[in-house]
Nanobody, 124 residues
Framework: QEQLVESGGGLVQAGGSLRLSCAAS????????MGWFRQAPGKEREFVAA????????AYADSVKGRFTISRDNAKNTVYLQMDSLKPEDTAVYFC?????????????????WGQGTQVTVSS
């Protein structure tokens, strides 16, 4: 059973930066793609970014492209989300997830393990 634990959330002013981390407990971390999703109050959870098993391929939601960067360190079983130029509309609970496959995927149904989430609040 994979366990994913997010950290790094908090309160930041618009234009600021945060770096989220997601630590995985499984011994097969490097065998799977990873992703970040977010859920704002009153809205459905949405895709943010994804990375392939070896870190060579990425995908981003249009709303964060150019501002967020996903990366991973397989030696540390950790995936990161660097968030720059934050906007109030980025306020949400951010979740990391482990994909069923090695490639980049955007759909929730393609992920099998989820973290509990970390709150990111961006003030204007």
């Amino acid at each position: 059973q994979e366990q994913l634990v997010e950290s790094g959330g908090g309160l930041v002013q618009a234009g600021g930066s945060l770096r989220l981390s997601c630590a995985a407990s499984g011994r097969t971390f490097s065998n799977n793609g990873m992703g970040w999703f977010r859920q704002a109050p009153g809205k459905e959870r949405e895709f943010v970014a994804a990375i392939s098993w070896n870190g060579d391929n990425f995908a981003y939601a249009d709303s964060v492209k150019g501002r967020f960067t996903i990366s991973r360190d397989n030696a540390k079983n950790t995936v990161y989300l660097q968030m720059d130029s934050l906007k109030p509309e980025d306020t949400a609970v951010y979740f990391c997830a482990r994909a069923r496959s090695v490639v980049v995927v955007r759909l929730e149904m393609d992920y099998e393990y989820w973290g509990q989430g970390t709150q990111v609040t961006v003030s204007s």
